[in-house]
């Protein structure tokens, strides 16, 4: 009882100014480490004469540790701040693998179609350069597919909305929480919607279940599949994408089976948490 106690009143003691506090805390360690452990990795280098055509990839290995430091630190933060451990997140039994599988489908559906309508509508009165960033070889599928999925979710889901949870209430805290995820993630004009939309499905079904366990995979599969060079195939007999003034664009079939996907997707979450995470009404 002692330790309920002991909990409770970090909890109290939680507000909403200290835990956007924490989270700013969170983000500008993220910036520093991020960036400062890959530049110093570089430099070093180069002064111990490493090729510069290894400098990306040692960008990258250095930019994750720093990640992952950060994600150690946003962990200490908070439990000083609200008493979550991360362990009580990472919840096995009980595990629904099926939630998982959907929420995949879904969330890659609900970005392929924002992404569709997205640049559809801007390929009309704007014209950009084609997104020509490659990343190829094993060093960034690890990155990629392992720690970033791994890394990310336990800085933005556990980290940030833990933060906020107790104290904010549910609209605040999936929203604030997304909007950084997404301004991180932005990689150009067009999949802005798509990022938003598809982290805050994600950040959706932490909220209601609390086990990190679910976005980690969903993450993990969704950057996997982000690998299938789907620029490249028909289906049926039309090019899964076309270009247009430099923006993306699905081909009819493609589009209509991901919308198709992303109903059914949706019709299953909604039935999964009436089923398994009936609450009080709450989102």
Not at 201 to 208: E, K, N, Q, S
């Given at each position: 009882m002692a330790v309920v106690r002991e909990k409770e009143s970090v909890l109290k003691a939680n507000s909403r100014v200290q835990g956007i506090l924490g989270i700013l805390v969170c983000t500008v360690l993220m910036l520093v480490f991020m960036r400062g452990f890959a530049l110093a990795a570089v430099f070093a280098a180069d002064l111990i004469g490493i090729h510069p055509m290894y400098d990306e990839v040692i960008s990258e290995v250095f930019g994750n540790i720093g990640l992952a430091l950060t994600a150690f630190l946003a962990c200490k933060?908070?439990?000083?701040?609200?008493?979550?451990?991360?362990?009580?997140?990472?919840?096995?039994?009980?595990?629904?693998?099926?939630?998982?599988?959907?929420?995949?489908?879904?969330?890659?559906?609900?970005?392929?179609?924002?992404?569709?309508?997205?640049?559809?509508?801007?390929?009309?009165?704007?014209?950009?350069?084609?997104?020509?960033?490659?990343?190829?070889?094993?060093?960034?599928?690890?990155s990629i597919v392992i720690c970033a999925p791994v890394i990310e979710e336990i800085i933005f889901r556990f980290g940030y909305m833990e933060l906020l949870r107790k104290n904010s209430g549910a609209v605040f805290t999936l929203l604030f929480s997304t909007i950084l995820f997404a301004a991180a993630h932005t990689y150009n004009l067009q999949?802005?919607?798509?990022?938003?939309?598809?982290?805050?499905?994600?950040?959706?079904?932490?909220?209601?279940?609390g086990n990190l366990l679910y976005t980690?995979?969903?993450?993990?599969?969704?950057?996997?599949?982000?690998?299938?060079?789907?620029?490249?195939?028909?289906?049926?007999?039309?090019?899964?994408?076309?270009?247009?003034?430099?923006?993306?664009?699905?081909?009819?079939?493609?589009?209509?089976?991901?919308?198709?996907?992303?109903?059914?997707?949706?019709?299953?979450?909604?039935?999964?948490?009436?089923?398994?995470?009936?609450?009080?009404?709450?989102?």
């Open positions: 933060i908070v439990y000083r701040q609200t008493g979550e451990r991360l362990s009580d997140h990472l919840e096995r039994k009980p595990f629904h693998f099926t939630l998982v599988i959907v929420l995949t489908i879904t969330a890659w559906s609900l970005g392929e179609v924002c992404d569709h309508i997205m640049g559809l509508i801007l390929s009309g009165f704007v014209r950009i350069e084609p997104d020509a960033m490659e990343m190829s070889g094993w060093v960034y599928f690890i999949n802005t919607a798509e990022i938003f939309v598809c982290t805050l499905l994600c950040a959706y079904v932490y909220y209601r279940t980690i995979l969903e993450h993990a599969l969704h950057n996997l599949m982000c690998y299938i060079p789907l620029g490249q195939m028909l289906f049926l007999g039309e090019p899964v994408y076309y270009e247009s003034n430099g923006f993306i664009l699905a081909g009819t079939p493609w589009f209509v089976m991901n919308l198709t996907l992303l109903l059914a997707g949706v019709a299953c979450l909604i039935l999964f948490f009436q089923k398994q995470y009936a609450v009080d009404g709450s989102l």
